[in-house]
């Protein structure tokens, strides 16, 4: 949870740098956040397959429907939303 001039926000953020943008997914399930991203390469002789999963349960007092989520540009993944 962080303060700023618009008011107090819940913050969550995840590394998934080794994730393309179309291979990461944000969803929520009533007060369960789930962030699962997942990469796979195959070639001659050889694969390789990443995964990355994370559930949260949020605080009752945030509106999920508020949740904005954003990508930067080394990797790292943004979920927030104004708490009353």
């Given at each position: ?5 618009e ?32 990469h ?36 790292v ?8």
């Open positions: 949870i962080t303060q700023d001039h008011g107090r926000k819940f913050r969550l953020q995840f590394d998934v740098r080794q994730f393309k943008p179309e291979e990461i997914m944000v969803k929520t399930e009533g007060q369960k956040l789930e962030i699962h991203a997942k796979e390469e195959k070639g001659d002789n050889k694969s390789v397959y990443s995964e990355y999963h994370r559930q949260y349960l949020l605080p009752n007092e945030l509106k999920t429907d508020r949740l904005v989520s954003k990508l930067s540009r080394d990797g993944l943004s979920i927030e939303a104004p708490l009353p």
